[in-house]
């Protein structure tokens, strides 16, 4: 990719794409993450005197304007961490928006309103991002949690602009290449959430590049109706029985599936059991991976040299069925080699462990780092090469 650093910054007008959908409480963002992510591209270009302009999305507005999902507090929780004002819009194009990049001095940062207001935006078009384009001298994207999206801010506006990766798209896509390419072995992966249907290219992708992936969450359940095993009201997903089956044909030995479960009578229940995957009740549902599984995982996970984690082992927002998810969370703490996450609701779960730290790589896009994974050429990612 055309990386930041070669690009000539200097007392330019800089269109930024940044992810700062972040959420929300009371009025207040109540998750920075997001925002110190981008932080370090933000202040290299106010060292080269730029002049700033940064565009986002927050939520899903359809192309509708939504007083809730405007950017205000964004700008603010930005301005404390930059401990500098940050300017704001209350639209992302058109003549006050121009006039306002007129006025901003060196070292400036202008926040846009939230790009989704227009549906133009997710429909990749060409006009919008040219208006977008006509404000600026160069464009760096920074979002990586949206550069699989073909959207007007991350690809159309490539055209216009001379075009380049900010540090953390740099980052992610470096620590997310070298999985695939030279990943000390053992390389292990934890594959856990409700569906396999959104795992599928993942899983199908890194067989190829693994030593073993461990899986749970309700997709579970979907692998042992492809082995004939009684899941009681366990959820899963019917339609994809035959392509598990079609997995574990490929997956062989690679895919290592729990062996005993958590359930009960429904997820408000208090009274958990653990069973073997063999003798689930019928009238139960299984909700997270039980401490045999646990122990295997923990070994396994803590002799790797690679670890790539997504996707919770049960229902870890519930006491309960927690432990699963926070075992393998505490393992990878403890793994000597490379820890890297991949979003969502995995990076919860060690933010709740305050655990943080001890990854090596923390993703900031779930959905991206997994097509990442997969193999697939990113929109936002494939328009910055060389």
């Known amino acids: ?123 990749n078009d060409r006009l919008f991002a040219q208006k977008l384009a006509s404000l600026a001298d160069v464009y760096v994207n920074d979002a990586f949690g949206v550069s699989h999206r073909a959207h007007a801010s991350v690809h159309a506006v490539t055209k216009f602009l001379p075009s380049y990766a900010g540090f953390l798209l740099q980052k992610e896509v470096g620590m997310l290449s070298k999985l695939l390419e030279k990943p000390k072995r053992p390389f292990v992966a934890v594959m856990g959430g409700a569906k396999v249907s959104d795992k599928i290219g993942v899983i199908e992708n890194l067989l190829k ?42 997956g062989r030995k690679k895919i290592i599936l729990p062996t005993d479960v958590v359930v009960a009578a429904s997820a408000e229940a208090k009274d958990a059991k653990v069973f073997s995957v063999h003798n689930i009740p019928k009238n139960v549902m299984g909700l997270d991976v039980g401490p045999e599984t646990q122990a295997v995982y923990d070994e396994i996970i803590r002799e790797a040299r690679t670890v790539f984690w997504n996707g919770p082992m049960g229902m870890f927002e519930l006491k309960p069925f927690s432990k699963g998810t926070f075992a393998v969370a505490k393992a990878m703490a403890k793994c000597k080699g490379v820890t890297v996450v991949g979003g969502g609701d995995s990076v919860a779960a060690i933010e709740k462990l305050k655990l943080e730290k001890k990854f090596t790589h923390v993703s900031t896009g779930g959905g991206a780092s997994l097509e990442f994974l997969e193999g697939k050429k990113l929109p936002g990612i494939v328009v910055l090469e060389r």
């Open 209 to 250: 590049k693994v030593d073993a992936v461990l899986v749970g969450g309700a997709m579970m359940f979907t692998f042992y109706k492809a082995l004939g095993y009684e899941v009681g009201k366990s959820r899963f997903e019917a339609d994809k029985v035959k392509l598990a089956k079609s997995l574990l044909k490929k």
């Open 1 to 123: 990719m055309r990386l930041l650093k070669e690009a000539n910054v200097k007392g330019k007008v800089v269109l930024v794409r940044v992810d700062f959908n972040v959420p929300l409480k009371d009025g207040k963002v109540s998750d920075d993450k997001r925002i110190r992510a981008a932080l370090p591209t933000i202040e290299y270009l106010r060292k080269n005197k730029s002049r700033i302009i940064l565009m986002s999305h927050l939520g899903r507005p359809d192309g509708r304007v939504m007083d809730e999902l405007r950017l205000v507090p964004v700008a603010v929780s930005l301005s404390k961490l930059l401990k500098y004002p940050v300017h704001y819009k209350l639209d992302c194009i058109g003549e006050s928006v121009e006039d306002s990049v007129r006025g901003l001095h060196e070292g400036d940062v202008l926040l846009l309103e939230n790009l989704r207001f227009y549906p133009e935006e997710e429909a």
